[in-house]
């Protein structure tokens, strides 16, 4: 079965970093987008980055670009959210979900297997 499982999170002080991992499973990598979303309490869920089934391209929320870096190894079927220079207002649950559509520009894509998702806290 398809199966997206989310790992890394964890309490970090403001100006730390993180790296999330997401694992596949079930499917073939290769074929997919891949995109993270966060949701915190009392907000609505929302894109942080994507990153191509092929080529690899990667985008990013304006909130996150040239803080968050977004990666992928299909090899082993993983894929990565290295988060720096953590604000208070990251904190969330971070999830990664799959598309069979590509990313682009500003629009994240439609997705159908989530991850049960990886809770992110930035406190001091």
């Known amino acids: 079965q398809v199966q997206l499982a989310e790992s890394g999170g964890g309490l970090v002080q403001p100006g730390g970093s993180l790296r999330l991992s997401c694992a596949a499973s079930?499917?073939?990598?290769?074929?997919?987008?891949i995109a993270w979303f966060r949701q915190a309490p009392g907000k609505e869920r929302e894109g942080v980055s994507c990153?191509?089934?092929?080529?690899?391209?990667?985008y990013y929320a304006d909130s996150v670009k040239g803080r968050f870096t977004i990666s992928r190894d299909n090899a082993k079927s993983m894929v990565y959210l290295q988060m720096n220079s953590l604000k208070p207002e990251d904190t969330a649950v971070y999830y990664c979900?799959?598309?069979?559509?590509?990313?682009?520009?500003?629009?994240?894509?439609?997705?159908?297997?989530w991850g049960q998702g990886t809770q992110v806290t930035v406190s001091s």
């Open positions: 990153i191509t089934s092929r080529d690899g391209r990667t």
């Open positions: 979900a799959r598309s069979g559509t590509n990313c682009s520009g500003h629009y994240f894509p439609v997705t159908d297997y």
């Open positions: 079930g499917f073939t990598l290769d074929y997919y987008a």
